[in-house]
């Protein structure tokens, strides 16, 4: 599904990807841990194609065509959704007209028919009940004003609604409370399904407990320094990430 | 309308027949263009209401009279006038004291000016051509203000303030400036500072005179703040209560300058103080402060201009103004960035407080932009004191009087408590409690 | 930064093609010579039969008019009028329709294309038949349609062209006009007093609620020729009126004049809401061309409680100077001000209000939202002022001001006065550009950079777009998307 091959990328001279090679199959759950600074969220927002990152070398391959060339609206429309760590507010703009924008947009550069508005809102309504998304909460401006737990919540909503092929969840765990943990990984788990894979981006082992990985990469220094199966979460969450930062530090 | 502008005013023909007379006086300077000055301001007048700049402050209908240029006082009538000044009295300080416009060295610290700095009375500076000079008129604007130009006109005594690059003083130089006299008079002074590149300086300003006399005072205060120098001002306006008191304050400053200017104004009938920012460096950081205390009969004209032609400037300007009584508040401020100004951070907000129904505040913020990549925003309030609060301290058994006075307090203090010296901090916060009392 | 080039190249290549109502009709038309005189100004009243006293009126405005000076404190640079060298009046040669079978048909064909029913027929057809709006059609200098017109008369409600009004109401139209913009307000105004040619008169009688929008719908065509409309509406007593104004004109290389009047008076409890959608040819992406349009609109809230809003979208006109303003003589009575501006290539806006409080507790609302693009500049002018008498008067001002590209410029004048302690204002203005990252959260859900950049301009004049009548502001949001196109590189 993605093959990412020796990915090099700084930002203002900084080099934060060194040669990252990544691959995760078809229908994969991957998770990537690893110390704060260690280019994770780097990683989301260079699959994503955030601009300000400069690309000096290396390949993201989507099923075998390379996306780097492609714009950030391309991508999405090509099937990668990134779950934002921060998801932006946007005032003004209400979550229904942003949902079926953008829900548009995407079907459109597929060459999809637009979907009908009563097919839209049940859509939502569908996702939103699952995600126990309070619909006075899809009446708001986009992500204006809602809790941290609601905003990322809402990023799962659109993951349901776009229906993409390859997700990257960035720290969703991040400023959640264990209800709000579990709803977002029933919402996640839900969508596990042949032809849609996940990369799991977390500091912690406890997003995986709910999400449970296929592999588990650790990742330092810009780089993916070690592979294995869901038990080496286990094993990072004994031992801490000590052994990897010393050897940033090196 | 063209012979409109052409007929002028008593006062402005005053002018001139003053300025031809003092004239001579001028020895042979040359080191500012007077002539050239006068021109310019005779061209443009006293700025009436129809002017934009002067829409609040109408000056030619506010000088009536020209009055003639103050002679240096003797050295007695300098120390009498000198001794019942309060401004900065409490802050250690070396001071630098002009009576009438005039700098009377006996009254004055010349001898003991802190290390790392330097202070030349202008009238040397101008007799010898002092290289300094041309550092004069830092903003390009403030060329061409009528106020700034009649300064440079009759310009008749000042300072040169040298600070040199990396200097720290802890003891600020405090230029006090007094008036006296049974008749009108009129003053023009110009201190420049130069703030050379690392160094810190503090500089204290205060205006006292006479009551009851139509003084009219116009000094200005040109500042170059060298790169990653500090320049940190407070001025206090106690002008008397007939007086006519314009001031300029204009800076300049470079990469990663700081500028922190205070000023209280509880004097004069009529004040106009005109703050020009010229952000020329990189990375500069501006605070623009202004209090103003009104009772009857006053008006005071704060008009800021902050010009930002540097990228990252950050300038944050907060104007308070408290009016009891039918006085006049005005504010003027004017943001500007410049297309290559991108990442400037400028906010700037101007609050009133009407103590009476007679008062009245007129606003005019405004904003000119012209880089995409900025935060720039202006707010202006305008009303009567909270209601609420006050029934809720009432409640807590303070008297209406004393709730006031508590609320103008936090009002206003919040332009004040930014003040880096505590010497001068305390002394403007002593002189919003003066004023205060004096309400009763 | 090579974006920055981008931009400009963007920018430059908006073709003025996308400006889609600037196409041109041909018909004969009557025209008074050219240029200005008292004969021209007799020519038009004769045309117009009217009585001698607004013969009178319009030349006293001239004279008045030779002894002004075109103002210039605006923030705007233009090459002046030579106002001898335009038209002052110009009309369709076929006049005078009893029924809209009468209209040339190329007219009839022109407000066809322009998307504006003028068959009464084809209005109820629509999809929601509820919602039916009255149209008056001026087409350069005389209004050439009106519809409802007898459903309207039903419910007393008077809306006709002023022409006719001169005519068949003449003590009502004496009363009022000119007491709300005096002959001699402004350059541009008393202009207009001598010379105008048509325009729409409404009179909404006490307590009715008027049974419609009513909407006027104004088209310049001729060449070198000035338009000139005045507007009156009076909402007596207790009644209410929604009406909608809307603008185009053919592209043409030159210059042309729009210099209106809009007078609105409310009695007391009465509400009039007033909507422009204003879409004149703005000019070519470098500058030629283009409507000046010097536009005086005032609103006189004369009675207790009485409201008066504006609401403006701008997305056309080289120049626009306009400030829709709200005088508040009654007590309680309130005036609202929302607008968008929206400015791409070199057009010139400058643009606000006026609120004068002069009543008891009367309060206002501001809110402005201007957008700058390409090369324009785009000015904020404001004045809001509580006069001594006017006790616990209120005001709210937001105006936030919006950068595309480093090309453009956003500037914000307000003046803020208050004579009285009880007055309460409250003034706020930012100025910002989108947000990178918000542009990205957008894109990366699958929105283009334009459709992004659209979607938050949208969200950023919201607040203005919700007081809009919908159809209105449906054609809003899309013309502001049209007007931005090519903005972002």
């Known amino acids: 599904m993605l093959e990412i091959k020796n990915l090099v990328v700084q930002i203002e001279d900084n080099r934060i990807l060194n040669g990252l090679n990544l691959t995760v199959n078809d229908g994969e759950v991957a998770a990537i841990m690893g110390p704060n600074g260690s280019g994770k969220s780097t990683l989301s927002y260079v699959i994503a194609g955030k601009e300000d990152y400069e690309v000096l070398d290396g390949e993201i391959l989507l099923d075998g065509q390379n996306v780097l060339e492609m714009a950030a609206d391309e991508r999405a429309a090509a099937g990668i959704f990134l779950a934002f760590q921060y998801p932006l507010e946007i005032p003004g703009v209400g979550t229904m007209t942003f949902l079926k924008a953008c829900l548009n947009a995407q079907r459109k550069a597929r060459g999809e028919d637009e979907l009908s508005t009563p097919d839209f809102i049940r859509a939502v309504n569908a996702a939103a009940d699952k995600l126990e998304i309070n619909k006075e909460m899809l009446k708001r401006a986009l992500n204006v004003g809602f809790s941290g737990g609601e905003k990322k919540r809402m990023e799962i909503l659109q993951m349901a609604l776009l229906q993409p092929k390859f997700c990257v969840l960035d720290e969703t765990d991040s400023g959640l409370d264990i209800d709000a943990l579990r709803i977002v990984s029933e919402g996640v788990n839900a969508l596990r399904a042949q032809g849609r894979s996940f990369l799991v981006i977390t500091h912690y082992q406890r997003l995986l407990n709910h999400i449970v990985p296929d592999t588990v990469h650790v990742m330092s220094k810009g780089q993916i320094v070690k592979t294995g199966g869901k038990e080496l979460a286990l094993e990072l969450e004994a031992s801490g990430y000590a052994e990897y930062r010393t050897s940033e530090a090196a | 309308m063209a012979d409109v502008t052409n007929l002028r005013s008593p006062a402005e023909a005053g002018l001139s027949k003053l300025f031809e007379s003092s004239r001579k006086a001028f020895a042979s300077d040359q080191a500012i263009s007077r002539e050239e000055a006068f021109r310019f301001f005779e061209a443009t007048g006293l700025p009436s209401r129809r002017v934009e700049a002067f829409k609040y402050t109408d000056l030619r209908a506010a000088i009536t009279e020209a009055a003639p240029p103050a002679e240096a006082p003797s050295e007695d009538a300098a120390r009498a006038a000198v001794a019942g000044v309060k401004g900065f009295a409490e802050v250690e300080a070396a001071r630098l004291t002009f009576v009438n416009g005039h700098l009377v060295a006996a009254l004055s610290d010349l001898d003991r000016i802190p290390e790392g700095v330097t202070v030349a009375p202008l009238n040397e500076a101008l007799a010898q051509g002092d290289a300094r000079l041309k550092l004069l008129a830092p903003v390009e604007q403030v060329r061409e203000n009528p106020i700034y130009q009649l300064n440079t006109a009759f310009l008749a005594d000042g300072a040169l303030i040298s600070v040199a690059p990396g200097a720290k003083p802890r003891t600020p130089v405090h230029l006090r400036f007094v008036g006296t006299g049974a008749t009108a008079f009129s003053t023009a002074t110009r201190v420049l500072v130069e703030v050379g590149a690392g160094a810190e300086f503090f500089l204290l300003e205060s205006h006292e005179g006479p009551a009851g006399l139509t003084y009219q005072p116009n000094d200005a205060l040109d500042v170059h703040i060298g790169e990653e120098a500090a320049f940190r001002h407070t001025r206090l306006n106690r002008e008397g209560d007939a007086a006519i008191a314009l001031s300029t304050l204009s800076v300049r400053l470079d990469a990663r300058a700081q500028l922190e200017t205070v000023n209280l104004v509880t004097g004069a009938k009529l004040s106009r103080h005109q703050i020009y920012l010229h952000v020329a460096g990189a990375d500069a950081n501006a605070v623009v402060n202004g209090a103003t205390l009104l009772g009857h009969g006053q008006l005071a004209d704060s008009t800021l201009l902050a010009d930002h032609a540097a990228t990252g400037g950050v300038g944050r300007e907060m104007f308070k103004t408290v009016i009891d009584g039918d006085s006049t508040g005005v504010f003027q401020g004017k943001i500007i960035v410049r297309q290559v100004a991108q990442q400037t951070d400028g906010k700037m907000k101007s609050d009133c407080l009407l103590l009476t129904d007679d008062g009245q505040m007129m606003n005019k913020p405004e904003l000119e932009i012209f880089a995409d990549d900025v935060a720039c925003g202006h707010g202006a309030t305008c009303g009567a004191p909270d209601e609420d609060l006050l029934f809720y301290l009432m409640a807590r058994g303070l008297p209406r009087a004393t709730a006031e006075s508590l609320l103008v307090q936090a009002f206003i203090g919040e332009a004040v408590e930014t003040v880096t010296h505590e010497g001068a901090r305390d002394a403007l916060i002593g002189g919003i409690e003066a004023w205060l009392a004096a309400r009763g | 930064m090579p974006a920055v080039q981008e931009t400009i190249d963007r920018v430059r290549s908006i073709d003025i093609d996308q400006y889609k109502y600037g196409f041109e009709t041909v018909i004969e038309m009557e025209k008074s010579e050219k240029g200005l ?153 008393t202009l207009n007093s001598a010379v105008f040619s048509d325009g729409s008169f409404v009179y909404i009688p006490p307590g009715v609620r008027c049974p419609m929008e009513l909407s006027t719908y104004f088209r310049i065509n001729e060449r070198d020729t000035g338009q000139f409309e005045r507007t009156l509406i009076i909402a007596d007593k207790g009644s209410y009126v929604s009406y909608l104004e809307g603008c185009t004109a053919p592209k043409r290389d030159d210059n042309q004049l729009h210099a209106a009047v809009v007078e609105l008076v409310a009695l007391e409890d009465a509400e009039i809401k007033y909507s422009t959608v204003q879409n004149w040819y703005p000019g070519d992406n470098e500058g030629k061309g283009g409507i000046y349009n010097f536009v005086t609109k005032r609103g006189d809230c004369r009675g207790a409680r009485s409201k008066i809003s504006w609401t403006q979208v701008e997305t056309g006109s080289a120049i626009t100077w306009k400030y829709p303003s709200c005088i508040l003589r009654g007590d309680d009575s309130r005036g609202e001000f929302y607008s968008i501006a929206v400015s791409n290539g070199m057009q010139q806006v400058d643009s606000g209000t006026k609120m004068i409080h002069l009543g008891k507790n009367t309060t206002s609302r501001i809110i402005s939202k201007g957008i700058s693009a390409g090369r324009s500049q785009n000015t904020y002018r404001g004045l809001v002022s509580a006069h001594k008498k006017a006790k616990g008067a209120r005001n709210f001002t937001n105006c936030d001001s919006l950068l595309i590209g480093d090309q453009c410029g956003a500037h914000t004048v307000p003046y803020i006065e208050s004579k009285n302690a009880s007055a309460v204002f409250e003034h706020e203005a930012t100025t910002s550009k989108i947000s990178e990252d918000q542009k990205f959260y957008c894109q990366q859900r699958g929105l283009s950079e334009e459709e992004a950049t659209a979607l938050i301009v949208n969200g950023f004049v919201r607040d203005v777009l919700q007081q809009l009548p919908m159809e209105f502001a449906v054609e809003a949001q899309k013309l502001i998307s049209i007007s931005l196109e090519g903005s972002v590189g």
Do not use: C, H
């Open chain 3, 37 to 189: 005189s008292e004969d021209v100004i007799r020519f038009i009243s004769a045309k117009k039969n009217e009585p001698e006293w607004m013969l009178e009126w319009r030349l006293d405005a001239y004279k008045r008019w030779l002894t002004m000076k075109e103002p210039e404190w605006a923030r705007v640079a233009y090459d002046k009028v030579d106002y001898n060298d335009i038209y002052y009046y110009a009309a369709p040669k076929r006049k005078g329709p009893e029924s809209l079978d009468e209209i040339d048909p190329e007219i009839l064909k022109t407000y066809e294309k322009l998307g504006i029913p003028l068959r009464e027929v084809e209005a109820l057809e629509g999809i929601a038949p509820e919602r039916r709006v009255a149209v008056d059609a001026v087409f350069d200098s005389v209004s050439v349609a009106t519809t409802f017109r007898k459903e309207l008369e039903k419910a007393g409600v008077i809306f006709m062209p002023i022409s006719e009004a001169i005519r068949e109401y003449p003590d009502l139209v004496r009363q009022y006009l000119g007491s709300v913009v005096p002959v001699t307000d402004n350059f541009f105004a």
